[in-house]
């Protein structure tokens, strides 16, 4: 399976404040790279699919990158909302595997 | 809009069969690809398997010898089954659809249900 790592686990932000979150793969998965959040007793949503397809309804502020094994997503500009965890996903190869999330947290 | 909802009971004994069934409405089931997945209290996220609408299925190697899927049509529904459950099942189970078509990209879930093993 395709280990999906991301850095941090968690981090303290403000309103307004830009974000970088990152997710490296195990092995190179060209850009089959999705992003999702999930708010506290919620489901995932995908926000990006392709490493940098922004989804239909999601914020411009939301932005992904990267391709091979790094990848980046970035908020550009925290809003309230945004609080979250956030979840990256390989779909390059069966199992689709996650990484253990990124909690973003209020400073 | 297209919703997913899952159902089933929300505790199960050890060693026995956890069963969940996924309803799908706005949307036929019959055009796409449908998942599970489960996610252990403050852990992440682990696919548990797939399911075409033909009823073929391709389960996580970690859990094949456990996990049976099926889907029925007529009622736009899909289900799970994970026999022989232990402590490390518990989790919140989520059904999803994968709007790719085999993507594993995943647009719609269910709210997902919380499903505890305990005697």
């Known amino acids: 399976d395709i280990q999906m790592t991301q850095s941090p686990s968690s981090l303290s932000a403000s309103v307004g404040d830009r974000v970088i979150i990152t997710c490296r793969a195990s092995q190179s998965i060209s850009n089959y790279l999705n992003w999702y959040q999930q708010e506290p007793g919620k489901a995932p949503k995908l926000l990006i699919s392709a490493a940098s397809s922004l989804q239909s309804g999601v914020p411009s502020r939301f932005s992904g990158s990267g391709s091979g094994t790094d990848f980046t997503l970035t908020i550009s500009t925290l809003q309230p909302e945004d609080f979250a965890t956030y979840h990256c996903?390989?779909?390059?190869?069966?199992?689709?595997?996650f990484g253990q999330g990124t909690k973003v947290e209020f400073k | 809009q297209v919703q997913l909802q899952e159902s089933g009971p929300g505790l199960v004994k050890p060693s026995e069969t956890l069963s969940l069934t996924c309803t799908v409405s706005?949307?036929?089931?019959?055009?796409?690809?449908w998942t599970w997945i489960r996610q252990p209290a403050g852990k992440g996220l682990e696919w548990i398997g797939r399911i075409f609408n033909s009823g073929s299925t391709y389960y996580n190697p970690s859990l094949k010898s456990r996990v049976t899927m099926s889907v029925e049509t007529s009622k736009n529904q899909f289900s799970l089954k994970l026999n022989s459950v232990n402590a490390a099942d518990t989790a919140v189970y989520y059904c999803?659809?994968?709007?790719?078509?085999?993507?594993?990209?995943?647009?719609?879930w269910g709210q997902g249900t919380l499903v505890t093993v305990s005697s």
């Open positions: 999803a659809r994968d709007g790719l078509g085999g993507g594993d990209q995943f647009d719609y």
């Open positions: 996903q390989q779909s390059y190869s069966t199992p689709p595997t």
């Open positions: 706005g949307g036929s089931i019959s055009s796409y690809q």
